[in-house]
């Protein structure tokens, strides 16, 4: 499973466990890195946030391909909005 899928599930499952939000770290992997900062909040030491529209979103985007989910990934912005 890549980076992406493996996201996308985890933040998938969150929901049905009714979930929120999603955070992790992207300590040792730098493409892991580079997809969170496309559409989470992050922070110093490698935190990484996603919430309100944005993990909504990506919770849309779980039956979509790998290619279609980093097209159409949410603004890290929409962390901010409900």
Known sequence: MTVSSATIYHIRNATLE???????????????????????????????????????????LSDYSLRDIVKNLPKPEWNDEP
């Open 18 to 60: 009714g979930g929120v939000y999603i955070t992790g770290q992207s300590v040792e992997s730098p493409s892991a890195r580079r997809l969170y900062q496309r559409c989470a909040r992050c922070f110093p030491g490698a935190d990484c946030h996603v919430s309100g529209r944005a993990f909504r979103r990506l919770t849309e």
